[in-house]
């Protein structure tokens, strides 16, 4: 028998917007209301759909709140120790150097216990890709200061706000990392709104496809929010990144290919 296929169904059908990515698991989100880690992981998984790739990508998360991803990404993952995502994803590149390998992490990984894997993996060249996201806090384990923290930035552990002279200045990762030979591209870009969500996924995919063409490291910032950890609602948390963390770490491409 014929299946029944009314009019409202084609309508809806056609003005279908948004499906979400069947590369995401069916597991409720933990992270906190408005944090940008949800769409972030969307991306990636959307990015990972469309290449066809779900059988050929690995993952590596390490701790923080990245260390979540392993639940509600639908690919093979690996969860690395504190920081050391960078090491474990070259061992498992030069292991199966077919596959697409990304890590994902956060400023609190990726630039305080983890900057030596970081920045040697960069230089080395490793034909990989990192998705680093920055919210100039420790999220997941009490909203401590951060090498990310911006001056004057109030935290758990610097109340008063961070002093340059006593706490040092911020660390510009993105920046740093593109300047050593074995990166072959950086950029850095946000998902607080649609339009910045697509420049996003463009970079993230950009990020991917040059594994396939084995031009070396692709490494991709993504400055989000902390609503829980800045003690703002997220309205006012993405207001508050536009206003104070875009121009200190500025959106858009660092170090793009010369071809």
């Given at each position: ?185 950086v950029t850095r870009q946000a998902v607080h709104t ?66």
């Amino acid at each position: 028998m014929a299946e029944n296929i009314t009019n409202n169904d084609i309508v809806k059908e056609e003005n279908l917007v948004y499906k979400k990515t069947d590369l995401l698991t069916d597991k409720a989100l933990s992270y906190c209301p408005g944090c940008g880690h949800g769409t972030a992981h969307r991306l990636v998984m959307e990015v990972i759909e469309e290449l066809d790739a779900q059988e050929d990508t690995i993952g590596v998360a390490p701790v923080g709140c990245s260390v979540l991803a392993y639940e509600f990404m639908d690919i093979d993952m690996q969860q690395a120790a504190h920081g050391r995502a960078p090491a474990l994803a070259t061992a498992l590149k030069r292991l199966y150097p077919e596959k697409y390998v990304f890590t994902y992490q956060g400023d609190g990984d990726l630039a305080a216990i983890g900057t030596a894997e970081t920045i040697h993996a960069c230089n080395r060249g490793e034909n990989m890709t990192i998705i680093f996201v920055n919210n100039g806090i420790y999220g997941m384990t009490g909203g401590q200061m951060a090498p990310t923290t911006l001056p004057g930035m109030k935290s758990s552990t610097s109340p008063y706000g961070r002093d340059v002279e006593t706490m040092g200045a911020p660390m510009k990762m993105t920046e740093l990392v593109a300047n050593l030979p074995g990166t072959y591209y950086v950029t850095r870009q946000a998902v607080h709104t649609p339009a910045a969500v697509r420049k996003a996924k463009k970079a993230i995919r950009k990020a991917f496809e040059n594994q396939k063409l084995k031009k070396g490291l692709s490494f991709v910032e993504i400055v989000s929010n902390c609503n829980s950890g800045w003690k703002m609602t997220p309205l006012q948390s993405n207001e508050w990144m536009v206003e104070n963390m875009f121009p200190f770490y500025p959106l858009g491409d660092i170090k793009v290919p010369e071809e």
